[in-house]
């Protein structure tokens, strides 16, 4: 059975949004990290330094985790596996807070990847019949 062309559009948007994330932490190392210097013995400003870098940090590492489930997600559904389905309708979830556009993508995504033929085209029996 031929894959359905919006979840193609969906592969797409989680690649798309892999490289926001990418361009958004070196965006962060680029311009917040520049102006921060922990090491100068300034009173209060040292410690915003250091909570300024601690919650980048935290920033950074929440984009990395977006990207690996983007990945995932792209990965699984071009393989035709459940689990794919699964982490890109996770990734539609997180997808609403980006507004405008993530909010109508996500919800495009939770709506199409909870239909119940799209759910069959996922499963295994699906699968063995598509290849005989």
């Known amino acids: 059975m031929k894959k ?8 797409v948007w989680e690649l798309i949004s892999v490289l926001g994330a990418v361009i958004g932490i070196a965006a962060i190392n680029a311009f917040a990290f520049d ?5 100068e013995n300034s009173g209060l400003s040292r410690h915003t330094d250091v909570w300024a870098i601690y919650g ?3 920033v950074i590492f929440t ?3 977006y ?17 794919g389905r699964v982490v ?11 507004i405008p556009v993530g909010s109508i993508i996500g919800a495009f995504v939770i709506i199409y990847l909870i239909r119940q033929d799209v759910r069959g085209f996922f499963l ?7 290849n005989a």
């Open 88 to 98: 890109s309708l996770v990734h539609g979830i997180f997808s609403l807070v980006l």
């Open 124 to 130: 295994p029996e699906a699968k063995s019949s598509a």
């Open 67 to 83: 990207i690996h489930l983007a990945i995932a997600g792209a990965i699984g559904v071009l393989k035709n596996k459940e689990w």
């Open 63 to 65: 984009l990395l985790g």
């Open 56 to 58: 980048f940090n935290i």
């Open 4 to 11: 359905p062309t919006p979840l193609i559009l969906i592969v």
């Open 35 to 39: 102006g921060l210097n922990p090491t």
